[in-house]
Structure formats: structure tokens, C-alpha cells
Nanobody, 127 residues
Framework: QVQLVDSGGGLVQPGDSLRLSCTVS????????MGWFRQAPGKEREFVAA????????YYADSVKGRFTISRDTAKNTVYLQMNSLKPEDTAVYYC????????????????????WGQGTQVTVSS
């Protein structure tokens, strides 16, 4: 069993920054992927960013490329999502997700392939 605890959301103004955190614990695989997804009211959950624990390969949705950065601290078993230049359309509940990896390749933008999820943290961007 793997547990994910995500945090760091809040209410910010357009143009502000936030950093989300997701701490992983439990029986993790030797290599795994961590993803961030978000779901806005009335919309489907969508991919934001992902990274592999070994090698640190990163992927981003086009809508956040250049503004968001995913990173990991292996000593703290934590993955971060640094969000800069936030826009009202970034408002959503953000979820981190975990997937065990055999090889460093996975369908990173498909939420169905992830095995475990955090509880979600609300990000609201409003003036």
C-alpha cells in the first residue's frame, strides 16, 4: 500500500505563485512515476505534469508548459509542483498520483494508469 499526502493549495491572485507538495510513503516500488492532475468544477480531470522517480524525466501539459515545474526530493520522498504566473483558468483541485514503473516509460497523461492518489488540494486563482 502507498499513501500520498498532497498540500500547498490556497487562494491567490492572477500572476502569483504557489508550490504544491506531495509526500509519498508506504511500500513504494524501486522506480515509480508521480503525476499531477487537476479537476475544475464541471470538467473532467486533466493531466498537468509528471516525472519519473529515477532519472527525473518530466512531462507537461501544453497549458502549463513554461509556467509550472515538477520536481522531486528523493531524500524527502516528496514531489513538488511549482506554479508560477497563475491564471484564473488554473483554478481546480489538484491531485498527485503514483504509478509503479518497471521501465521508465508510461502513458503519463492517462489518469487511469496511476495506482494511488492523494486527497487533493484546492487552488483558486482570483482577483
Amino acid at each position: 500500500q502507498v499513501q500520498l499526502v498532497d498540500s500547498g493549495g490556497g487562494l491567490v491572485q492572477p500572476g502569483d505563485s504557489l508550490r504544491l507538495s506531495c509526500t509519498v510513503s508506504g511500500r513504494t516500488f524501486t522506480n515509480y512515476a508521480m503525476g499531477w492532475f487537476r479537476q475544475a468544477p464541471g470538467k473532467e480531470r486533466e493531466f498537468v505534469a509528471a516525472t519519473s522517480w529515477r532519472g527525473g524525466i518530466t512531462y507537461y501539459a501544453d497549458s502549463v508548459k513554461g509556467r509550472f515545474t515538477i520536481s522531486r526530493d528523493t531524500a524527502k520522498n516528496t514531489v513538488y509542483l511549482q506554479m508560477n504566473s497563475l491564471k484564473p483558468e488554473d483554478t481546480a483541485v489538484y491531485y498527485c498520483a503514483y504509478k509503479a514503473l518497471i521501465v521508465n516509460a508510461w502513458t503519463y497523461n492517462n489518469d487511469a494508469v496511476y495506482d494511488y492518489w492523494g486527497q487533493g488540494t484546492q487552488v483558486t486563482v482570483s482577483s
